[in-house]
């Protein structure tokens, strides 16, 4: 199929997706699932990544203001700016991306080509909304909250390195963080995080729910929902940086 095609059944599918769901405990039930599934279970390689690649930041930027003409302060100011702007909601988007689109691909394209997606539809069953929102819904609640902790733990990485490398005093580190804050690049970081989200939860279950053939198919529908995710994310961050920041 051309991109085009694709793109139309995209959206058609997201107009079955946005239903009133049909019973709303079974909905809850699944709604909580989704969220230890694609929510609580990523918590810890956000909190890895994030506190180390801060940690890097903090240290690669030290590295590169030597000159003693330049105010060390500028290491936890650039750092910030790094981390709220990008780091945390781009990079970790991307992280997300890999993790849990591959997991949504893989689940529902296996209930595909199992046949349990045809069974929800002979019991009367709107196996979109049924499957998908709760994913969409979960994503949207709980990746906000992920990713403002990966710019808490992002900062704290960079102010760890700086007392354990010596290389910059945490003092001015700190001023760096004070310095000239705007609360909007957080409201910024919010906005792509929530479209980043939904771009996650909708393209990988699209490559599930519409997979053909057996294992092996499931498989290079899981690679292709991680590359065109990653490139609707990349795509996505340069007009909204564009639009919000420019």
């Given at each position: 199929m051309?991109y085009?095609e ?5 959206f058609?599918?997201l ?5 009133k769901?049909q ?7 699944m ?9 609580l ?18 240290i690669?930027t030290a ?18 700016r ?8 781009t990079?970790m ?7 849990v689109g ?13 046949e349990?997606?045809d ?14 929102l709760?994913?969409i ?5 709980f990746?906000p909250?992920?990713i403002?902790l ?15 490398t ?13 310095l000239d804050?705007?609360p ?17 939860a909708?393209?990988?279950s ?6 053909k053939?057996g ?6 529908a ?12 990349i795509l ?5 940086t ?5």
């Open positions: 051309n085009v694709h793109v139309g059944k995209y058609l599918m107009k079955q997706v946005f239903k769901p019973k709303w405990k079974v909905f809850r039930e709604l909580f699932r989704e969220i230890e599934d694609l929510g279970k990523s918590l810890g390689i956000v909190m890895f990544i994030s506190f180390f690649v801060g940690g890097v930041v903090a690669q590295l590169s203001v030597e000159s003693p003409f330049i105010p060390k302060y500028l290491i936890g100011f650039a750092t910030k790094s981390v709220i702007l990008e780091f945390a909601p990079f988007s991307v992280i997300l991306a890999g993790k591959s997991y949504i691909t893989s689940s529902i394209g296996t209930m595909r080509v199992t349990q997606i069974a929800l539809e002979v019991m009367g069953i709107n196996s979109l909304n049924y499957l998908v709760p994913k819904i979960a994503v949207l609640f990746y909250l992920l403002l990966a710019m808490f733990l992002g900062i704290y990485g960079g102010y760890v390195a700086g007392s354990i010596d290389m910059f005093f945490t003092e001015d580190y700190v001023y760096g963080i004070q804050f705007n909007f690049f957080v409201q910024y970081a919010m906005i792509k995080t929530v479209i980043f989200a939904f771009v996650i909708t393209i990988p699209y490559h599930g729910y519409y997979v053939g294992s092996l198919e499931v498989g290079r899981s690679t292709q929902a991680v590359v065109w995710t990653s490139i609707v994310i996505l961050n340069y007009f909204l564009q639009m919000l920041l420019g």
